[in-house]
């Protein structure tokens, strides 16, 4: 064990501060979803059954009223947030491993993920247009299809080059025994090269799904109400609730509960990434 020096100690305490940074606004929407009136209104309140009663209140109207619930947009943002993942980083990946196994114009490859990239970091309102056109054409407005396929298209630049590193500019040694072998390049490419990236996938796919699951702009624009996502369902309950000035205390309640439903699903994930990632480089 290495000895414990006051060099050790700072860090420690740097990371205890960072992270009570970033947990503390969660705590706080925990609490609030599980407050009353009186509770909201009459100043902060920390500890629940010492400062405050709490209630699950705030969870039953989000969950189970009939006109605002949002079973429907969590389901709908879990569908499309994992469904836009798994196609980005799998096209990411086939990609990829056209343009570094069969290299024949280095150039034109490395202008093309150039220009990926350059579609990447276009302003989002200079296409809502076109693809609100496209998607009212082709009868998918208000659908999951029409917000996987969008995801997919503007995630697929940053699969691509998250996943770049990895891939190498060459065949690995397992690739060419594999080719040998009479492996096809698809079988090469899953029985092969997906499991060796297996690290990289994870942690690309993550910041694929956060980037799917907090994207607002274009679910405002291609859904209304059937295939709304959580983000444009937060904005519309907020907007609603300034129209009423201010909103009544409980309503802070319903949006704090409405809130912690947002950032559950990135936090779980975020586990689940983090603990696959620590099992494989233990196995390896």
């Not at 694929?208 to 624009?221: D, G, H, K, R, S």
């Amino acid at each position: 064990m290495r000895p414990f020096t006051l060099g050790r100690l700072f860090t420690y305490f740097a990371l205890l501060a960072w992270a009570a940074i970033c947990l503390i606004p969660i705590y706080w929407m925990l609490l609030a979803s599980l407050k009353g009136e009186d509770a909201v209104i009459h100043g902060p309140r920390y500890l629940p059954f010492v400062d405050f009663t709490p209630n699950l209140d705030a969870w039953r109207f989000i969950l189970f009223d009939s006109h605002e619930n949002l079973l429907l947009p969590l389901w709908n943002s879990l569908v499309v947030s994992t469904a836009a993942t798994c196609f980005a980083t799998l096209l990411a990946s086939l990609l990829l491993y056209a343009l570094t196994r069969f290299q024949q114009h280095d150039k034109a490859n490395s202008w093309l993920l150039w220009f990926m990239l350059s579609s990447r970091i276009l302003p989002p309102v200079s296409m809502v247009i076109a693809l609100y056109m496209a998607a009212k054409f082709a009868g998918l407005l208000d659908s999951r299809t029409a917000l996987v396929i969008t995801y997919t298209a503007i995630n697929l630049p940053v699969a691509t080059w998250l996943l770049l590193p990895a891939f190498g500019n060459r065949a690995t040694e397992q690739e060419e025994a594999a080719t040998l072998e009479g492996v096809t390049h698809l079988g090469i490419l899953w029985d092969v090269v997906l499991p060796m990236l297996f690290p990289t996938l994870a942690a690309a796919g993550l910041i694929v799904f956060i980037l799917c699951w907090n994207e607002y702009f274009f679910a405002a624009y291609l859904t209304t109400s059937q295939a709304s996502t959580l983000t444009p369902w937060m904005v519309g309950q907020l907007s609603l609730k300034e129209a009423q000035v201010g909103g009544g205390p409980e309503e802070w309640a319903h949006l704090s509960a409405a809130a912690i439903f947002m950032t559950a699903p990135l936090l779980l994930f975020s586990g689940v990434a983090i603990r696959l990632l620590s099992r494989r480089s233990a196995a390896q």
